[in-house]
């Protein structure tokens, strides 16, 4: 019964991955590949380099890789904190008996459900420099333009910002569930003890909560560390490379210039390990704090 599943992951998952390893073992880029020019066939000629494109990423030699890594912390960081605090705070309003909550529910979702490209080239009409919607508010308040994708300072605050509309929905609509699960007789034997609404949110809330928020601080922070759309389509990885995290800098090298397919691979599977090794250290961490409360 498991066959199908394990032939699928094998074709679209195990596959590109042996593939993309092994292309980080060699000299592979685009005039050492296999290509077919007209009617001739011209094989591959590139060679097996062992860990020297590894070396010459991680060593510094190569350059771009420590700046892009801690650009993709700061992304990452930021987005996942604004994702689940918003996420939060907007899933205990709507926990509430609240007027017209199913309305709020499906207006504060609409992000989620726009898919990422039309979003990207919305809010590349909101931030146009010029007659953008942003900067036309800005200018009727009396303040100046802001160059908003051309400046890399502001081009780093505009792509979080399209990254935390997109992502709140999901935190929010996962939260909302958690704190359905979490039983009201705890909340009303805490005010009867004489609690305060802090003091409840601490107690109750966020236990109630932990195992919920270990799933979607992982998967944020999975998803917000590749998120590829959002900065390829806002910005292109500019101004001059500014906002390229490391999955665009990985795409930029197999597809742009004189594609270099075995730096795109080496890439490629430097990030794959680092989630692979935060995944399991982040479930390792949520296991010993799930060990030390009290049963």
Not at 161 to 185: C, R, S
Not at 235 to 264: C, K, M, S
Not at 280 to 290: E, N
Request: hydrophobic letters at 50%; glycine letters at 10%.
């Amino acid at each position: 019964m498991v066959t199908p599943v394990v032939l699928v992951l094998a074709v679209l998952v195990f596959y590109p991955l042996v593939q993309g390893v092994y292309l980080s073992l060699t000299n592979a880029n685009e005039m050492n590949s296999a290509r077919t020019i007209g009617a001739n066939r011209i094989e591959a000629t590139y060679e097996f380099v062992g860990l020297d494109n590894y070396f010459a990423v991680l060593s510094g030699e190569e350059g771009a890789f420590y700046p892009r890594l801690l650009w993709t912390l700061v992304w990452t960081v930021t987005c996942v904190v604004l994702h689940y605090s918003l996420g939060l705070g907007l899933a205990l309003l709507l926990n509430r008996a609240l007027r017209g909550r199913s309305a709020y529910r499906m207006l504060l979702i609409l992000p989620w459900a726009v898919p990422p490209f039309v979003a990207a080239f919305a809010w590349r009409l909101i931030l146009n420099s010029e007659g953008g919607v942003l900067n036309s508010i800005l200018n009727a308040f009396g303040f100046g333009s802001v160059d908003w994708l051309g400046d890399p300072l502001a081009a780093k605050i505009s792509v979080i910002m399209v990254n935390v509309w997109l992502g709140v929905p999901f935190m929010m609509v996962a939260l909302l569930g958690g704190l359905q699960t979490v039983p009201k007789e705890l909340y009303e034997a805490a005010e009867m003890d004489g609690a305060s609404p802090w003091q409840r949110f601490r107690a109750v809330t966020l236990p109630g909560l932990r195992p919920v928020s270990g799933t979607v601080i992982l998967l944020g922070t999975i998803w917000t560390f590749n998120q590829f759309p959002v900065i390829a389509m806002l910005t292109g990885g500019g101004p001059g490379g500014a906002t390229n995290i490391l999955v665009t800098e990985a795409y930029e090298r197999a597809f742009q210039g004189i594609r270099d397919y075995a730096g795109a691979a080496t890439y490629g599977a430097i990030i794959a390990s680092m989630l692979v090794v935060f995944a399991f250290c982040y479930r390792q961490w949520l296991d010993r704090q799930a060990s030390e409360v009290p049963s």
